[in-house]
C-alpha cells in the first residue's frame, strides 16, 4: 500500500517554464512534507518542506503547496532552469515523531535549454 | 565536516556472501537510517536509530541487521545476500524537523 505517490513518472519542460510537481498523500496522520531532489550518482538533497498548518511555503524559485482535504501537495519552480533536471521525491512523516520518512516513488524532471 | 559518509561505494556479492555497508556522520545527530532506493518504487526505510543502542524496524528489515554502538556509524549488515536485495542503500541522519541529510549511497549487486 503506497502511502504516498506520485504518479508522474517524468516531466519535461522548457527553460524559463514553470515546472509542477505533483504528490497524494493516504494517510491523513501525516502532518509534515518534504521535497528532496536527487542528482545521478548522488544521495538525495532536501529542498523544501511544509507543515500541515500551512498550505504554502515559498524559498526562492520554489514554493510547495497543500491541499489537506484533497491529500494533495505540489512542487512549482519557476522559472525552471537546466541545472534543475534531476529526480524529484516528496516525502511524509506523521505526528509519532519517530522521524520515519514515507518517500513517493520519485519524478524525474528534465529541463531543456 | 564530511557529514555523512558511506563506505563501500559500489559493490558485487554471490548470493550468500555477506557483507557490512559503512555509515559514519561527523554532524553529532542522534537519529540515523538506512533506506533503499529500487527503479520505481522511491526510497524505502529499512531500519532507523534514535540514538546508540538503540534502532528500529523500517518498511523493508527483512535480510538486514544493524546496530549501534557509538553516535557516529550506523553500520548495515546483510547475513546472507540474495539477488532480491541488489538496489542502492543510502545511509541517512535527521537534523531539523525531518529533516534528513544523505550520504552518497552505495550501489549493491548480487549475482
Known amino acids: 500500500d503506497q502511502q504516498v505517490k506520485q504518479n508522474s513518472p517524468s516531466l519535461s519542460v522548457q527553460e524559463g517554464r514553470i515546472s509542477i510537481l505533483n504528490c497524494d498523500y493516504t494517510n491523513s496522520m501525516f502532518d509534515y512534507f518534504l521535497w528532496y531532489k536527487k542528482y545521478p550518482a548522488e544521495g538525495p538533497t532536501f529542498l523544501i518542506s511544509?507543515?500541515?498548518?500551512?498550505d504554502k511555503n515559498e524559498d526562492g524559485r520554489f514554493t510547495v503547496f497543500l491541499n489537506k482535504s484533497a491529500k494533495h501537495l505540489s512542487l512549482h519552480i519557476v522559472p525552471s532552469q537546466p541545472g534543475d533536471s534531476a529526480v524529484y521525491f516528496c516525502a511524509a512523516s506523521d505526528k509519532s515523531n519517530t522521524g520515519k520518512l514515507i518517500f513517493g516513488q520519485g519524478t524525474t524532471l528534465q529541463v531543456k535549454p | 565536516n564530511a557529514g555523512v559518509t558511506q563506505t563501500p561505494k559500489f559493490q558485487v556479492l554471490k548470493t550468500g556472501q555477506s557483507m557490512t555497508l559503512q555509515c559514519a556522520q561527523d554532524?553529532?545527530?542522534?537519529?540515523m537510517s538506512w533506506y533503499r532506493q529500487d527503479p520505481g518504487m522511491g526510497l524505502r526505510l529499512i531500519h532507523y536509530?534514535?540514538?546508540?543502542?538503540?534502532?528500529d524496524q523500517g518498511e523493508v528489515p527483512n535480510g538486514y541487521n544493524v546496530s549501534r554502538s557509538t553516535t557516529e556509524d550506523f553500520p548495515l549488515r546483510l547475513l546472507s545476500a540474495a539477488p532480491s536485495q541488489t538496489s542502492v542503500y543510502f545511509c541517512?541522519?535527521?537534523?531539523?524537523?525531518?529533516?534528513?541529510?544523505f550520504g552518497p549511497g552505495t550501489r549493491l549487486t548480487v549475482l
Open positions: 541517512a541522519t535527521r537534523g531539523g524537523k525531518d529533516t534528513q541529510y
Open positions: 511544509i507543515s500541515s498548518i500551512k
Open positions: 554532524m553529532n545527530h542522534e537519529y
Open positions: 536509530s534514535v540514538g546508540a543502542g538503540i534502532t
